[in-house]
């Protein structure tokens, strides 16, 4: 990598810095429980991500960083989670899981139940591709977020949009969740 100033330090240090952090905001983002070693390959992914996007557009530090970020969710998602990640655990796990909510317990939503719904969500999408896996990602975080008595303003400020939005983004989740339990009954 060719070393390039940025505001008194070098291209290699804005780099680390900078993937690093949209690394553990990907991580925080989809609230996931990793290793050590899935963090360090988390990581690697939002450095390639920033490098590549600070190679198309040098010196924007916003979008090498947003980039590097939507990277890491890919990763997370593609290469820990599976690229078509329908976990092993089926979707009466998911309904267990409301139906505690429902009753009282609150908390994130434990690991395998993300895993099935990524599956669920990736598979329902129009769009695939790295615009389907970031929908999916927003949409498990949204569910995740949820789950821990968020409310639609919170989802909204922490997404960086209007809570109108998270209206209709929680519609839409709620009718491909009830598609696919209708689905599954068949």
Known sequence: MAVVD?????????LMDRAKRAARQAIARLSVD???????DVEAAAMLGFHVAWTRKPGNVGYAYIAARNEAVKFII???????PMSPTPLEKVEHYLAARHAGQRGPLPDDVKRELFGIFIDSRVKKGERGTLATARDVFILNTLAQEGNNAGIGMALDC????????RRRIREVLEDQLRERRL
């Open 78 to 84: 593609r290469d820990l989670f599976g690229r078509n």
């Open 6 to 14: 940025y505001d008194g330090s070098n291209y290699e240090t804005v």
């Open 34 to 40: 990793l290793s050590i070693e899935d963090v360090q």
């Open 162 to 169: 209007p809570p109108s939005h998270i209206k209709q983004y």
